[in-house]
């Protein structure tokens, strides 16, 4: 039975409509000519952590039912540069994305489907009608009794049609580096080419040697799924790490000298640290590795070129039980998670980097929008900051809020320099001699807001950044990907201005003080669209830039003033429990932006229902929802308990309705976290 996740009412799905088709061989769609099988859409952006984690749990069933189910993604942007057609195509190659993708960018269908958030799934029977609308993710396990359930109906009904499906492959493109994501310098001694541990096939005689006795550079490779190691020039492959193909296997990384041929596995690796020289050789190993979708962190040894995971057992982390779940003042768990590391669930970590003052790998966990800490020599695994709510909120580690943090850098004193990519700021963890972490923001204003503006910091915009890195002045330079671009933040002035344009969406930021390409240190970018590092001089005079201030523009709703009954619906899926053991599983987090739209009815609280009084005094504004849900796998006890051990999961999704007040609108809304129109 899946009465959990079925509507009963039928209602006709909209049209899809939009700019383009890809995948499709230059053909366009439309609902007729998907008549016969079942359709879901997914309403995506891609720079949404959330759906990149979405497109991996349909990929098992897309492949299971590929004779009657068709994924169509419907690309719904939230930034400007998302709405870029070149950049799409290179998003929907860079994810591997298999299936017909609809360009959306005046959100046409997004509204037909009354879409409110990234990401949404919509189900349609074959028969043309809506059967499910779900936000977020976690939803592949309702979706695999959905389907087979629809399978029977409709082959009983004679209404399915088996067979292929609409998706065209494009034509992908090469070269040495594919979609890379970071890099690393490694200092002329603990390369390959000293220690001997990979396959330098590609040397050419002495240019491998002459670019070694400058140091090398490491790449994560993520398209291509491996780590390059290149010379200064950019162009001498060193060495390379991985058999290229995506999965998660230990062992050598590298061809190396014995002729043990590589057999190590990466899936989409991004950020990278070199660990001090004294760590390294207690631990025996060199370099740290974010290896995002496996969810975890891999050790790779320079000397023999050997992989192994150091954190994650592979499952995503999407749930905090116990003392980790927040608390209803919205404080998180901060502090010790585990001593076993390979025990402990990541979420897509995205860059790593080593801090001197807490002695221990720092993570920026993208999924779960928090930092967390590693220590090599103890195992220990730690969450340093974030509560997992995703917003721009500074204060006290246990509740900051971040947003899919994407870069790292320590400066001269300790602290860590954080690329918040979702909210478009540049944050900072203030470490103190004892360890205690405090929140801060340099730029940025919150979730929906972006531009390319440089001056005063309190006004200036940025939009997605990955990258970040400290200048030989204390200034902070940014990899502001969205801009195409590297800023600059001053923290003596408080001021941003620019260093670099027209770059190809540059994911990471490094200074360079090799003098291989020239006497003054320069910048290295990491040009992920162009797939490959590019110098960049570090301009003496920095550019002065502003093209405004911007923010997602999505449908307002008309809501009256005064009181507003909010209601989210959830149905826990078959065969899953909500799991109550620590109290009430569900959770609502409301704000607004003005402040003063919410009257009452702000915070958090248990529960997903709440009344909330609006003020007549303001026009319009955004309503900041967050919804959590927990359920468990497993049927109960006798004693209706949830037994021990089962697999238990977080539905969460993060809501900004904007609002337009008038007289005669809604005095209620209703949210979908998993449940029907």
Known sequence: MS??????????????????????????????????????????????????????????????????????????????????????????????????????????????????????????????????????????????????????????????????????????????LRFPGKALFLPAGRGTSHSGGADAGASDGGTSAGAAAHGSWLVTDTGHHRLVELGTDFETVLATFGTGTKGHLDGPAGASADHVQATAQFNEPQGLVLLPEDVAAKVGYDVVIADSVNHRLRGLSLADGKATTLVGNGVQRLLETGPARVDEDAAGFTGLLSEHPLEVSLSSPWDVVWSRKLNAVVIAMAGTHQIFSFDPLTGAVSIAAGNGLEGLLDGHAHEAWFAQPSGLAEDADGNIWVADSETSALRKLVIDDGGTVTVESAVGKGLFDFGFRDGAASEARLQHPLGVTVLPDGSVAIADTYNGAVRRYDPATKTVSTLARGLSEPSDVIVDHTQAAGSEPLLVVVEANKHQLVYVPIPKEAQQVDEGAAQTHRPKSP???????????????????????????????????????????????????????????????????????????????????????????????????????????????????????
Request: aromatic fraction near 6%.
């Open 3 to 176: 009465e959990t996740v079925r509507t009963q009412l039928r209602v006709r799905a909209s049209e899809l409509v939009g700019r383009n088709w890809l995948n499709t061989g230059g053909k366009s769609l439309d609902l007729e000519a998907l008549r016969g099988k079942i359709v879901l859409l997914d309403f995506w952006t891609f720079c949404c952590i959330n759906c990149l984690h979405v497109l991996d749990e349909l990929r098992p069933l897309e492949e299971k039912y590929s004779d009657v189910l068709v994924t169509v993604g419907v690309h719904s942007p939230k930034f400007e540069h998302e709405a870029d057609p070149v950049a799409l195509a290179a998003a929907v190659e860079r994810y591997e994305i298999h299936h017909p993708v609809l360009d959306d960018p005046e959100l046409d269908t997004w509204k037909a489907y009354t879409a409110r958030a990234w990401p949404t799934l919509v189900v349609i029977d074959p028969e043309g009608y809506i059967v499910a609308h779900l936000s977020g993710e976690g939803h592949a396990d309702g979706l695999a009794v959905l389907i087979p359930e629809l399978i029977a109906e409709h082959e009983a009904k004679g209404t399915l049609h088996r067979g292929s499906g609409p998706y065209v492959a494009p034509e992908a493109t090469s070269g040495t």
């Open 559 to 677: 809501v009256a003033p005064g009181l507003l009954d909010l209601k989210v619906r959830f149905t826990a899926p078959t065969g899953q429990k909500l799991d109550d053991r620590w109290g009430d599983p569900t959770q609502l987090k409301i704000s607004s932006t003005p402040p003063e739209l919410l009257v009452a009815g702000g915070g958090t609280s248990v529960g997903l229902q709440r009344t909330l009084e609006l003020s007549a005094d303001i026009p319009e504004g955004v309503l900041h929802i967050t919804a959590r849900a927990a359920a468990c796998d497993g049927p109960e006890t006798e004693d209706g308990e949830i037994p021990d051990h089962a697999a238990c999961h977080l539905y969460q999704q993060d809501w900004g309705i904007p609002l337009l007040l008038q007289a005669d609108g809604d005095t209620e809304l209703v949210l979908d976290l998993r449940g029907m129109d």
